[in-house]
């Protein structure tokens, strides 16, 4: 079975604090996604990461991709009450056709 | 531009109850999925389809099915419904299976 876990499940922090969730498997992805889902709406796609070592920013979000492409983490500077949400990652192995998704870290950004 | 629209958002059922929920896209998406979310569980997939009148199982089939008859739609069935599929339930599609996935607002189930 392949898994993706996602760490921490919950966290709840300040306005303008910083913060890193992650996202580990056993298995080498072709490529990694970020989503987030806000309540009572469908996750939207944040980021899309293939190579390994691979870094890309969207404001104030750093994603990054391992070396070996087992694992993800996205980094959050200065948190903001609209990160609120819950941060979901999928993998794509092979030729499955499939994504993979972890279970999901909830984010609450308290002002 | 709707992207993926699925109905009814919410539903209430009796155990034993039958009903279909319905995903329709509008960007020409060859593969569709339904998948269910629980509480600390994540996505689930039910089941998936790589396109125009084909289907298959995912990960928690059992209790359900689904047809394409069309490309641009994907139903799910429950023919007999249990408290065990109280769930949200999200449909989704992707153009080629593994690039961005696009998903539907959600259908929150009920089954008292």
């Known amino acids: 079975t392949q898994l993706l876990e996602q760490s921490p499940q919950f966290l709840s922090i300040q306005e303008g604090e910083n913060l890193t969730v992650y996202c580990n498997s056993s298995?080498?992805?072709?490529?990694l996604q970020w989503y987030r889902q806000e309540p009572g709406e469908g996750p939207v796609l944040l980021v899309t990461?293939?190579?390994g070592g691979e870094v890309k920013k969207l404001k104030r979000l750093t994603f990054q991709f391992g070396d070996a492409r087992k694992d993800s983490s996205l980094h959050i500077t200065a948190a903001q009450p609209g990160d609120t949400g819950l941060y979901l990652c999928a993998g794509e192995v092979g030729s499955n056709y499939q994504l993979i998704w972890g279970a999901g870290t909830r984010l609450i950004i308290k002002p | 531009n709707a992207g993926v629209t699925q109905t009814p958002k919410f539903r209430v059922l009796k155990t034993g109850q039958s009903m279909t929920l319905l995903c329709a896209q509008d960007?020409?998406?060859?593969?569709m999925y339904w998948y269910r979310q629980d509480p600390g569980m994540g996505l689930r997939l039910i089941h998936y389809?790589?396109?125009?009148?084909?289907?298959a199982k995912g990960e928690v089939p059992d209790g359900y099915n689904v047809s394409r008859l069309k490309k641009q739609n994907f139903l799910l069935g429950l023919e007999s419904a249990a408290p065990s599929q109280t769930s949200v339930y999200f449909c989704a599609s992707t153009r080629d299976g593994v690039t961005e996935a696009f998903f539907g607002q959600g259908t929150r189930l009920t089954v008292v």
């Open positions: 389809s790589v396109g125009e009148g084909t289907t």
């Open positions: 990461v293939v190579t």
């Open positions: 298995s080498v992805f072709s490529s």
């Open positions: 960007m020409n998406h060859e593969y």
